[in-house]
């Protein structure tokens, strides 16, 4: 038996790293690469409209995953260029090359990745195999562009400046679809610029395509597109409107600025949302006149349940004053038992819907808990106590409080347990976001995830996974993550001094402080 073991354990060994192994990723195929240094922006955005999985459409493969799937798509869409552009613009910007941004459909370029031919891989199974058989395993399971190309598009002529083909692209194994995308996106940018170094200083076009028709009417057409009921409104005519967006959500305030070629933005209790055009299905008109400086009721105290906190939705589906309102009904359990360590971990359901984030009210300015803003939340499991000492001892040397809940002092450590917990588990286990957690601190469950710290003489911090920053205002987001990098990370408490909704980046565990982990994880992928 001993021999039979050791005998699959070389095969897995020789067979990974083949599975791994990239192609030659990058072919030019039209202009230069040389673009990419010359020119000085350009729109961009991904496309998807001729990937297969498994020989069916992309669209039909994400049906066939389930709804959840499909809801959370454009969010997951919107992630991945967010963090292939800000990774992009930081190298180019170093060489005074090309920036990419997603906000003015009519810039003069475009920089298109066309996705082609997809693997989508195995949704934790290289993490785990990298688990026991080292980094070298890591791109086991990972999704691989196996065809696609990157076009670079003069808007006016349609004109293709460069063209670049690539495959066998294969990104890092991740816990979910989402990480694993933003993982293979890294790869295909870092192939992309080390490819156009090599044409850095060459103006001569190597390859030339006199024009691309049909990219060049997409891309018209994307700049012109405009809903039949759009119409342009002054904003002193105070119209209330429903704003529905391409990913389902719908919002209601009353209008400030409508330019159906570019944003409409509203005035939700007392704040400026902007929303990008791009993002918008359709407007209707609902009523006129509503006051301008109506307030968030956010319930501040840390033991204050009431009916604005949290609602179930109703045919009226504007938040108005309220906290949040719930707008998921799936049929996930109310409760689950997951197994962590070989201990039992009790985790409880969070239905999704929407909330204003933050607050303004008495030292909302110390709390820095300003602006008041409007985010989605889908619906998630949280564990029901912090994890405890027991538990996560068998990740390493924790201390612990009193109660037997384990305490971690610094982020690297709380990321060390998280991913430790996640590869042994196969399952995107992970600790809340900041909106998350508010979102828990403020539902309808509120006094039984935090029962066993709202009485605690120290203050019980969480930590949550965004780094630290002010809030922005923007468009409505869908599980916001915050900012892509920064210094500190958030931690929040629900017995607070100040109340639930003040916001910390600084934790000095020490005599009047606990910092706790709590385990999330999305009630879509429970079933992975």
């Known amino acids: 038996m001993k021999r039979l073991f050791l005998l699959c354990t070389l095969i897995i060994i020789c067979l990974i790293p083949l599975q791994a192994k990239d192609g030659d990723?990058?072919?030019l195929q039209a202009g230069t690469a040389n673009?990419?240094?010359?020119?000085?922006?350009?729109?961009?955005?991904?496309?998807?409209?001729?990937?297969?999985?498994?020989?069916?459409?992309?669209?039909?493969?994400?049906?066939?995953?389930?709804?959840?799937?499909?809801?959370?798509?454009?969010?997951?869409?919107?992630?991945?260029?967010?963090?292939?552009?800000?990774?992009?613009?930081?190298?180019?910007?170093?060489?005074?090359?090309?920036?990419?941004?997603?906000?003015?459909?009519?810039?003069?370029?475009y920089f298109v990745v066309h996705l082609l031919d997809v693997d989508m891989g195995s949704i934790g199974g290289g993490v785990v195999a990298s688990a026991f058989l080292g980094a070298f395993a890591k791109k086991a399971g990972g999704?691989?562009?196996?065809?696609?190309?990157?076009?670079?598009?003069?808007?006016?002529?349609?004109?293709?400046?460069?063209?670049?083909?690539?495959?066998?692209?294969?990104?890092?194994?991740?816990?979910?679809?989402?990480?694993?995308?933003?993982?293979?996106?890294?790869?295909?940018?870092?192939?992309?610029?080390?490819?156009?170094?090599?044409?850095?200083?060459?103006?001569?076009?190597?390859?030339?395509?006199?024009?691309?028709?049909?990219?060049?009417?997409?891309a018209q057409s994307k700049s012109q597109q405009v809903p039949a009921t759009h119409a342009v409104l002054p904003a002193s005519s105070q119209q209330q409107v429903a704003v529905k967006l391409k990913n389902g959500a719908t919002i209601k305030g009353m209008i400030k600025e409508f330019d159906p070629l570019d944003k409409i933005v509203l005035l939700?209790?007392?704040?400026?949302?902007?929303i990008p055009m791009e993002k918008v299905e359709n407007v209707e008109m609902t009523q006129t006149s509503v006051p301008l400086n109506t307030t968030v009721n956010t319930g501040n105290a840390f033991?204050?349940?009431?009916?604005?906190?949290?609602?179930?939705?109703?045919?009226?589906?504007?938040?108005?004053?309220?906290?949040?309102?719930?707008?998921?009904?799936?049929?996930?359990?109310?409760?689950?038992?997951?197994?962590?360590?070989?201990?039992p971990i009790e985790m409880l359901l969070v239905k999704g819907g929407r909330m204003n984030m933050g607050f303004d009210g008495d030292h909302s300015l110390a709390m820095k808990s300003e602006p008041v803003h409007e985010v989605g939340i889908t619906s998630?499991?949280?564990?029901?106590?912090?994890?405890?000492?027991?538990?996560?001892?068998?990740?390493?040397?924790?201390?612990?409080?009193?109660?037997?809940?384990?305490?971690?002092?610094?982020?690297k450590n709380v990321e060390t347990i998280i991913n430790a917990i996640a590869k042994t588990s196969g399952k995107p286990y992970r600790i809340p976001t900041e909106a998350e957690w508010e979102y828990a601190a403020?539902?309808?469950?509120?006094?039984?995830?935090?029962?066993?710290?709202?009485?605690?003489?120290?203050?019980?911090?969480?930590?949550?996974?965004?780094?630290?920053?002010?809030?922005?205002?923007?468009?409505?987001?869908?599980?916001?993550?915050?900012?892509?990098?920064?210094?500190?990370?958030?931690?929040?408490?629900?017995?607070?001094?100040?109340?639930?909704?003040?916001?910390n980046n600084k934790l000095s565990v020490g005599r009047y402080t606990l910092g706790y982990i709590r385990l999330v994880i999305k009630a879509k992928d429970v079933q992975l």
């Open 25 to 27: 990723q990058m072919t």
């Open 35 to 109: 673009t990419i240094w010359t020119l000085s922006s350009a729109y961009f955005e991904t496309d998807w409209s001729e990937a297969t999985v498994e020989g069916v459409g992309w669209n039909q493969w994400l049906e066939s995953k389930g709804p959840d799937y499909v809801r959370d798509w454009p969010s997951d869409k919107q992630k991945i260029e967010d963090y292939f552009m800000k990774r992009f613009n930081k190298k180019t910007g170093k060489k005074n090359g090309m920036s990419l941004q997603n906000s003015n459909p009519n810039d003069t370029h």
């Open 143 to 218: 999704i691989n562009f196996k065809s696609g190309y990157v076009d670079i598009v003069e808007t006016s002529s349609g004109k293709v400046m460069c063209r670049l083909s690539f495959k066998n692209v294969r990104g890092d194994s991740g816990l979910n679809m989402s990480s694993q995308l933003i993982l293979v996106f890294e790869d295909l940018h870092d192939e992309i610029i080390g490819f156009a170094d090599r044409f850095k200083g060459q103006n001569k076009p190597d390859i030339y395509i006199e024009s691309s028709t049909h990219i060049h009417q997409e």
């Open 268 to 274: 939700i209790a007392g704040q400026e949302t902007t």
């Open 303 to 343: 033991n204050r349940p009431n009916t604005a906190e949290a609602s179930t939705a109703s045919s009226d589906n504007s938040l108005g004053n309220r906290k949040l309102i719930v707008t998921e009904n799936e049929d996930y359990p109310e409760t689950i038992t997951v197994n962590i360590g070989n201990m």
């Open 380 to 411: 998630f499991y949280i564990s029901s106590k912090p994890i405890s000492h027991q538990i996560l001892s068998k990740f390493g040397k924790i201390k612990h409080d009193d109660e037997g809940y384990a305490i971690v002092e610094k982020y």
């Open 442 to 503: 403020c539902c309808e469950l509120q006094n039984q995830i935090f029962a066993d710290v709202a009485d605690n003489k120290k203050i019980a911090y969480d930590w949550c996974s965004d780094y630290y920053d002010e809030f922005k205002e923007g468009s409505v987001e869908l599980d916001p993550t915050g900012p892509i990098s920064g210094s500190d990370h958030v931690v929040r408490a629900f017995n607070n001094k100040h109340g639930k909704l003040n916001r």
